[in-house]
């Protein structure tokens, strides 16, 4: 009810009051006189707002006849322009009739007339906690002159908003069932927010879903193609924010409220304790970048592809090579993503089917079935195949439930293969030959069929004998566990989960020294006999720095033996050369005391000849 309403209610009840105080022929003597109102104003809050914050009325008159009585009605006169309370959502409790000088009884929803008999009044005893928006106080002493007095307390019997709350009470009064003029009292009640019931929203708590759907086909149309809820909550983490929600999607699409507005930005109400937006296709085919905020949050932004009615392109790959040939449906063995002109992907419906008559017969149909859509993280179709007999098919994927459909788009043939999963070896694999100290590592068990291919991917029992795979040198902490005896063959190959079609993988951590690692498992029951042997793999593990220093010091040590030999070799040639000056002074000596003899022999010879010289010189004189 609006406050002008109100308002006019409470003027008529006046006036009315007033008319039949001045229509009354009841005696002036009988009359309730004295009549007074007194009030205090109440403080409440939203999440606080029954007795203990109630503003008060004390109503006090005299009568002066049996029967002499005033009714209190209160009306809301004023509110939050957000609130909604009427009369009827406010409590007038009479709390207590303690000051009066007789015991008068209390009645609710009744008449001053009928409030003066005793059955009208018989269940609304002296004190009663009787709760309403409008109460009569009744004096049945029989005598006159006695003081009445009533306490009374005003509060809402719903949460309010926060605000200023103006209660407006009527009192009138009635002597011999006419009414008297009225008595109007205003009193107060402030509410405060808590907390609780903040009304600005918070980024911390309040959220915006993703889309119900990544993609969705560009032709315009009035059925959503994807919704998202916002919900609101202040810094309580509470729901009871309220505020106005600005939606926009720039790009292809439409966006607001079914069956409300909808447009490329609109703003709406949030009344409620969340907000569902929806999502159209314009028929423009691309890309539609969703941004949700209001005065307070600006969520991140999401994204819906719209895709041409008609793809474009498709690329296929294999993720299940190896299907059983049970009769059962092997899902996800093959993928399609399909793309439109723009390169938007396309999530429309796609068909798989075999390309031969005698493919058909190992694995699959030559009649086109429906793959699935994955709209998770995948973004991808995916095809399921059932395998038949023993051998291998060639699939294609289409656009279409029609192999001869004109407007098809069709992927290249890929391979798959339908096997028994019937165990007949198996073997060890590293994943590299050489590592270094510590590093991470991939061994694997690779289970083979009876033709020495790989098998259908499953769980195999008793492949290896009791303690699964031993080390000949313990790997580095946060290995994996290698004591099982039974073989998880993984179906297929993932990088994300680190699978590998035909085979279990398991993660080791190499030793921290160098040298070699050799890991070795024995076949067990779940193999045929001759299968039950000792498989082996062995690794490297390579310290590449400390191999290199090793060699530098190796290397230096020779040069050292070297500088070694080259010192001995010349100091026998020292030695030698020695020798030989020795032998040559020797020889020098000897020579010398040969010349030396010569010497004195020629001089000795020429003294002789000189002597002989003069003898005949002397002669050849004489």
């Not at 109102?37 to 606080?48: C, E, F, K, L, P």
């Not at 207590?96 to 018989?122: C, H, K, L, M, W």
Request: proline share 3%; aromatic share 4%.
């Amino acid at each position: 009810m609006s406050t002008k309403t109100t308002f006019k209610r409470i003027a008529l009840v006046a006036v009315a009051a007033l008319g039949l105080g001045v229509l009354s022929v009841a005696p002036s003597s009988a009359a309730l006189v004295g009549l007074t109102v007194t009030s205090t104003n109440g403080t409440a809050t939203t999440a606080v707002y029954d007795s203990t914050t109630a503003t008060t009325l004390r109503v006090t008159a005299t009568t002066t006849a049996a029967g002499d009585s005033f009714t209190a009605t209160t009306y809301v006169s004023a509110q939050p322009t957000t609130s909604s309370i009427t009369g009827s959502g406010i409590v007038v409790h009479l709390m207590d009739t303690s000051t009066s000088t007789v015991n008068p009884f209390i009645a609710y929803g009744v008449t001053a007339a009928t409030a003066t008999t005793a059955s009208a009044v018989a269940t609304r005893a002296h004190n009663s906690a009787v709760r309403g928006d409008s109460l009569t106080v009744v004096s049945n002493n029989g005598g006159t002159s006695q003081q009445i007095s009533a306490n009374f307390q005003l509060y809402f019997l719903a949460a309010p908003v926060a605000g200023t709350y103006t209660l407006t009470t009527v009192v009138t009064p009635h002597s011999g069932g006419v009414a008297g003029t009225p008595v109007l009292k205003t009193t107060d009640i402030v509410v405060s927010a808590v907390a609780s019931a903040a009304l600005t929203a918070s980024a911390t708590y309040s959220t915006l879903s993703d889309p119900t759907a990544t993609n969705a086909v560009a032709t315009a149309s009035a059925t959503a193609a994807a919704t998202l809820d916002v919900v609101l909550k202040n810094a309580e983490n509470n729901t009871a924010a309220r505020e106005s929600v600005t939606a926009t999607i720039t790009g292809s699409g439409t966006i607001g409220v079914a069956g409300g507005a909808v447009g490329k930005s609109v703003v709406l109400a949030y009344t409620t304790t969340s907000l569902q937006l929806s999502v159209f296709a314009d028929g423009t085919a691309g890309v539609g970048t969703i941004t949700v905020s209001t005065p307070s949050v600006t969520f991140p932004t999401k994204s819906i592809t719209f895709y041409a009615a008609t793809p474009s392109t498709v690329v296929v790959s294999v993720a299940k090579p190896v299907i059983e040939a049970s009769s059962v449906s092997t899902t996800d063995v093959v993928r399609a993503t399909f793309k439109d002109s723009l390169g938007n992907l396309w999530s429309g419906a796609a068909y798989i089917y075999a390309t031969t008559a005698a493919g058909a017969l190992i694995a699959g149909s030559e009649t086109p079935t429906l793959c699935t859509f994955d709209t998770g993280t995948d973004q991808r179709h995916e095809c399921a195949i059932t395998g038949k007999l023993v051998g291998a098919a060639k699939f294609k994927v289409i656009s279409s439930d029609s192999v001869t459909a004109t407007t098809n788009v069709t992927s290249s043939e890929v391979d798959v293969r339908a096997a028994l999963a019937v165990p007949a070896s198996f073997k060890l694999v590293f994943d590299k030959a050489t590592y270094a100290p510590g590093e991470k590592a991939r061994l694997s068990v690779v289970v083979l069929d009876a033709a020495g291919a790989q098998i259908v991917g499953k769980t195999y029992d008793a492949i290896l004998a009791a303690g699964g795979i031993t080390s000949s040198v313990a790997f580095s902490s946060g290995s994996d566990t290698l004591t099982a005896t039974s073989v998880v063959v993984s179906a297929s190959s993932s990088s994300t989960s680190g699978t590998t079609a035909g085979q279990q993988n398991y993660v080791v951590y190499m030793p921290m020294a160098s040298g070699d690692v050799t890991v070795t498992a024995t076949g067990s029951t779940g193999l045929p006999l001759a299968a039950r042997v000792v498989a082996t793999a062995t690794a490297s593990v390579v310290n590449s720095s400390v191999d290199a220093a090793t060699d530098a010091a190796n290397e230096a040590t020779d040069a050292a033996n070297a500088a070694t030999d080259a010192a001995l070799a010349a100091a026998d040639a020292a030695d030698a050369a020695t020798a030989a000056a020795q032998d040559a002074s020797d020889a020098v000596a000897a020579l010398s005391a040969t010349v030396a003899k010569l010497v004195a022999s020629l001089k000795a010879q020429i003294t002789s000849l000189t002597n002989l010289v003069i003898k005949i010189q002397k002669k050849v004189k004489a």
